[in-house]
């Protein structure tokens, strides 16, 4: 039996949404903007509104949070009252306080929560979580990731500029996904450090971010979350004992997306190379969904709530410890 979907916010993501809904009915949409409600409901023949209570007391099973991050908790919360399954964007919230009130209300319910990190589906983070959980190529030693981009004109006019609606600058927005994805090979950080900084943009939150994190175990992760990346990027290297994984690009304006495994060999020198090309379709979206819908009919646990607690309260830490360390 399909599921009815309610998308609240029809902006970009909204609209990646619709389009990833793996066979499901999308019956509503809403945005404040009524030209976006209209233009995508018009697009699936479905109900619009300018009034997010309007989908969650409707019929819907899932509602889709798609807003600004200042709506992404008020909006989950009065869904999961209503009984309702969501799908929240990342990062979650704007701040650990915020997250802990979604986390509290879902306790002890069937409800299920998921968080909008649809990086952990694409190809090539697929593709290196299978090769070293093989164990071919020894425990993970380091992590070193960056990611960025250089805006657009106005970028320091919209929503992610203003501190009180975005909760935070890059670190925030890009560096989530960034922290989200050590998290998936090395597990939880106990550490953090960093400095955020304002190079260029003139806006009251950062447009660039540098930490460094640590496990119990000892490993580090070193990333830089840029909005000043005049060239778009994404690069995230693993290095094992015995071997380096690359993973390169997203597709699209990241460049073509792809693994690159540096095998060291027994007389170590130059590294034997395998490289992995994923030049496809960004299927990302569509394959995170699908796991919410499995999750919802097997009644699995999903652990994104936690883990985008666990990404939030990691990313506070680092904004604490840059503000003591000025």
């Not at 073509?256 to 540096?262: N, P, R």
């Not at 992995?276 to 990302?284: E, L, N, R």
């Amino acid at each position: 039996m399909k599921l009815k979907i309610g998308i609240i916010g029809c902006g970009l993501i909204g609209g990646k949404r619709a389009r990833a809904l793996a066979g499901q009915e999308l019956i509503m949409v809403c945005d404040t903007n009524l030209d976006l409600a209209q233009k995508l409901a018009n697009e699936y023949g479905c109900k619009y509104s300018t009034d997010f209570h309007e989908v969650v007391k409707s019929d819907v099973d899932i509602v889709i949070i798609s807003t600004s991050n200042n709506m992404l908790i008020p909006v989950a919360l009065e869904a999961v009252n209503a009984g309702k399954h969501v799908l929240i964007e990342k990062p979650g919230a704007r701040n650990p306080v915020e997250m802990k009130q979604l986390v509290d209300a879902v306790r002890g319910t069937d409800i299920k929560i998921k968080v909008g990190f649809n990086h952990r589906y694409h190809p090539a983070i697929i593709k290196a979580k299978e090769i070293i959980d093989t164990g071919a190529y020894g425990d993970i030693m380091f992590i070193r990731a960056r990611y960025g981009h250089g805006g657009r004109i106005g970028y320091d006019k919209e929503w992610r500029a203003k501190k009180a609606v975005s909760g935070g600058g890059e670190l925030l927005d890009q560096g989530c996904h960034l922290i989200n994805l050590g998290n998936m090979f090395l597990g939880d950080f106990s550490k953090a450090i960093g400095f955020t900084q304002k190079y260029f943009w003139d806006m009251e939150v950062e447009d660039n971010g540098f930490a460094l994190l640590k496990t119990p175990q000892g490993q580090v992760m070193q990333m830089h979350a840029s909005w000043t990346d005049w060239k778009n990027i994404f690069s995230f290297e693993i290095m094992c004992r015995n071997a380096k994984l690359e993973i390169s690009g997203l597709g699209r304006s990241y460049g073509v997306e792809t693994l690159t495994v540096y095998k060291m060999k027994p007389e170590m020198g130059p590294p034997d190379k395998e490289v992995f090309t994923f030049d496809g379709d960004d299927k990302s979206w569509e394959l995170e969904f699908a796991d919410f819908l499995d999750a919802i009919r097997t009644n699995r646990k999903l652990p994104d709530l936690d883990n985008a607690y666990s990404v939030m309260k990691t990313i506070y830490e680092i904004y604490t410890w840059d503000e003591k360390n000025e």
